[in-house]
């Protein structure tokens, strides 16, 4: 992850591949290239890296010295961040070639002024950068302890965290909403697709796991009962209104445990999400239950003895006018034709 702090104004910028950012001045900015290692910058920034494994551990983890490091993300002979002068971007223009698993080609086709703190030629033509998924930071310790401080508070406080949700927030999440789900033996679980689409780009506002707390306490106490019914295999998706969040899901059966699993799929904040599967919306209120016993219809029908009979089609079952049951073997012969091919195929 890398962050660039604007030198004028001292603000912090999380770079994302989706759009140039700027900081609160918009004297600095910068952008992740197409690659998604590399970076072009533009201003009065420095670059601080920090390594994602940081992000994605525990508290505990979080407390080892290595891990723990802020790292300076720019450095000499550092091919990552390419430095044009304007801090309103956009990013530089360059086609990228895979040379190797590890290794990519750029080659820049920008018209513009560019610097990369390489050795000999800072403007080089192609250059060749890391493609492996970690961005490679050189371990060194910050030089300016004030920096270092600043780094960390605003790691503290949250504000370069921009609700980035750790699989250790997914997994507490997870053992709350168990317990909750545990009175209707209901066991939930969130894939590994979950974990990395919630921290996905393309949901623009950052889903937080404070949002996704409260979206299943709504679903428990709107779909605590229903869930229990949905067959093995059941596919659906769980969508809230105000936050535009939608939850594809299935029903797994549990044998082992005796439990019915709630497998969330993925989720992802899109205003007009498609789905050829039922959309369960989410709104936390329980569905008004009609305890009424619901009187079923009956058609009447005239026997060809004279005698008029009620016929209840949905139990396929006969009474007199006066609410008696009629025994169909009793009427069967003197029904239309019609009529007894209905009743016979509604006793298969
Ligand atoms: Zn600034």
Same mark, same amino acid.
């Given at each position: ?61 979080? *407390? ?36 190797? #698993? ?65 699989? #250790? ?114 709104? *936390? ?36 006018? *006066? ?10 012969? #003197? ?14």
């Amino acid at each position: 992850m890398k962050l660039i702090r604007c030198k004028k104004c001292e603000d912090v910028v999380r770079l994302v591949h989706t759009e140039w950012r700027q900081c609160d001045c918009k004297k600095s900015g910068g952008q992740y290239n197409d690659d998604m290692i590399s970076a072009t910058i533009g201003g009065e920034c420095e670059v601080i890296g920090i390594r994602n494994d940081w992000f994605n551990g525990t508290k505990k983890d979080r *407390g080892d010295k290595k891990l723990n490091l802020i790292i300076q993300g720019e450095y000499d002979g550092d091919v990552q961040i390419h430095r044009i002068e304007s801090g309103n971007g956009p990013k530089l223009k360059m086609d990228i070639v895979k040379l190797d #698993s590890e290794t990519n080609e750029i080659t820049f086709t920008d018209d513009r002024k560019y610097i990369i703190n390489v050795k000999g030629n800072k403007s080089p033509k192609t250059i060749e950068v890391p493609s492996n998924k970690k961005p490679s930071f050189k371990e060194k310790k910050v030089r300016n302890e004030n920096t270092r401080g600043l780094i960390k508070t605003l790691l503290r406080e949250g504000l370069i965290k921009e609700d980035y949700v750790t699989p #250790s927030e997914l997994k507490r999440l997870e053992g709350e909403l168990d317990n909750l789900f545990q009175s209707v033996g209901v066991d939930v679980e969130f894939t590994k697709h979950f974990l990395d689409r919630v921290n996905d780009e393309r949901n623009e506002k950052d889903i937080t796991i404070e949002e996704l707390r409260n979206i299943f306490k709504k679903i428990y106490a709107q779909y605590k009962d229903r869930l229990v019914k949905y067959k093995d295999g059941f596919e659906a998706v769980f969508r809230n209104n105000p936050t535009d969040i939608n939850i594809p899901f299935v029903i797994g059966w549990d044998n082992e445990n005796n439990e019915l699993d709630l497998i969330n799929k993925t989720v992802m904040r899109k205003k007009n999400f498609q789905t050829s599967n039922p959309m369960l919306y989410v709104t *936390g209120k329980e569905p008004k239950v009609d305890d009424t016993p619901k009187q079923e219809r009956f058609k009447k029908y005239k026997l060809t003895s004279g005698v008029v009979v009620r016929y209840y089609a949905d139990s396929n079952r006969f009474e007199d006018l *006066g609410g008696k049951p009629i025994e169909i073997d009793d009427i069967f012969d #003197s029904l239309p034709e019609e009529m007894q091919n209905m009743v016979l195929a509604k006793m298969d």
